[in-house]
């Protein structure tokens, strides 16, 4: 069956790094889409970051140029490298994958059918 697992995520100071990893099994995820949401308490879940196999990557603004998604497709793993993290990037991180996008909808949480547990990012100031 299909599942998303995620790991790597911890506390750290502002100004600190950390990189999530996703893996994926029971689907042929070479070929979907992949991505990271988050989801702070009290806060709708909005999408990070995400990947297709041919190397098109979207991110949203409030992480672009501190985070960059990768995927190994040997592996079967997602990865999210946060560097330079601020206190407003707590939240729980989310994997994500979807085999079909329509363009524009890159980071829309309703696109995605396959989600993982999650994994809790926290930065402290």
């Known amino acids: 069956q299909v599942q998303l697992v995620e790991s790597g995520g911890g506390s750290v100071q502002a100004g600190g790094s950390l990189k999530l990893s996703c893996v994926a099994s029971?689907?042929?995820?070479?070929?979907?889409?992949m991505a990271w949401f988050r989801q702070a308490p009290g806060n709708e879940r909005e999408g990070v970051a995400t990947i297709h196999s041919g190397g098109t990557t979207k991110y949203a603004d409030s992480v672009k140029g501190r985070f960059t998604i990768s995927k190994d497709n040997a592996k079967n793993t997602l990865y999210l490298q946060m560097n330079t993290l601020k206190p407003e990037d707590t939240a729980m991180y989310y994997c994500a994958a979807t085999q079909w996008l329509i363009a524009g909808t890159w980071l829309e949480r309703k696109q995605y059918n396959y989600w993982g547990q999650g994994t809790q990012v926290t930065v402290s100031s």
């Open positions: 029971g689907f042929a995820s070479s070929t979907y889409w």
